[in-house]
């Protein structure tokens, strides 16, 4: 399905969801659900952190600070960052029109205090929501591969 409505109201995006915010995160530093709970969780807790987790992630549930603490232990984010989205969340559209909007990248929902680490050094940004190591990846926007230079594997 493409998006019929692109070019009109772009710069009144809704805000990456912080439950949106944590799974990029989460899928940036290639890790499942179970990996980070594993991680992260007390002894027989995995699956009830599992659930949880999947719950935050569609933002049924919010994290709790010590939840929060714990997932710095297990991927990059910056929890200042998650703090701001949920405030934007839970806000009516004119109490968010006040609120600090963070910039972050729209695939991998990288920040200026969390970036990417590439083989040139931490990523910059590219377009206003899309981080250097994102350029090419982003499934929004198809554009045709240059197929020339390619090598066969075997
Ligand atoms: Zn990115
Ligand atoms: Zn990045």
Not at 139 to 148: H, K, N, R, T, Y
Request: charged share 20%; hydrophobic share 40%; net charge negative.
């Amino acid at each position: 399905m493409s998006d019929p409505n692109a070019g009109t109201l772009s710069e009144a995006k809704p805000p990456m969801t912080p439950g949106t915010y944590l799974r990029k995160r989460r899928e940036a530093s290639g890790l499942c659900v179970l990996d980070v709970a594993v991680r992260i969780a007390a002894p027989g807790q995995t699956a009830r952190l599992v659930r949880s987790l999947n719950e935050i992630e569609r933002d049924e549930l919010h994290v709790t600070d010590a939840i929060l603490h714990a997932l710095r232990h297990a991927f990059a984010f910056d929890p200042q960052i998650y703090a701001q989205l949920l405030d934007l969340h839970v806000s009516d559209a004119a109490a968010a029109a006040m609120l600090p909007h963070p910039q972050l990248c729209r695939v991998c929902a990288c920040s200026w205090h969390d970036p990417c680490q590439t083989d040139d050094g931490p990523c910059h940004w590219q377009e206003r929501d899309l981080c250097s190591a994102c350029v090419g990846a982003d499934p929004g926007e198809p554009e045709a591969a240059p197929a020339s230079g390619e090598r066969q594997a075997a």
